[in-house]
């Protein structure tokens, strides 16, 4: 049962590094210092976008629109972290006393 609450815990931590890479990545392509024309790129890219678009998605659509800034990734990092904190303080604890 431990083992499973830590791969879920440690899933949602690379989780939340992926959105990190993927909003640096998606700033560096921005401002041009990525070229989205080469292969690798665009491959790191697309599978960053293919991962986090779709958890992204539903956020975007309740967020205002705030010209170039997306606050998105921010906010599902905090929801994230927050999922995070709520299964180690209440869930796991509660878990183990019923073992």
């Not at 989780?15 to 560096?28: D, E, G, H, P, T």
């Amino acid at each position: 049962m431990t083992a499973l609450f830590w791969l879920i815990d440690q899933v949602i931590g690379i989780y939340v590094w992926i959105l990190i890479i993927a909003a640096v990545f998606s700033l560096l392509t921005a401002f041009n210092v990525l070229d989205t024309r080469n292969r690798l790129v665009w491959s790191v890219g697309d599978f960053l976008w293919r991962v986090t678009e779709p958890a992204l998605r539903p956020i975007r659509r309740v967020l205002p629109n705030l010209g170039g800034v997306d606050l998105s990734p921010l906010v599902l990092i905090l929801l994230l972290q927050a999922l995070r904190i709520f299964l180690n303080v209440t869930v796991f604890p509660a878990l183990y006393r019923m073992i």
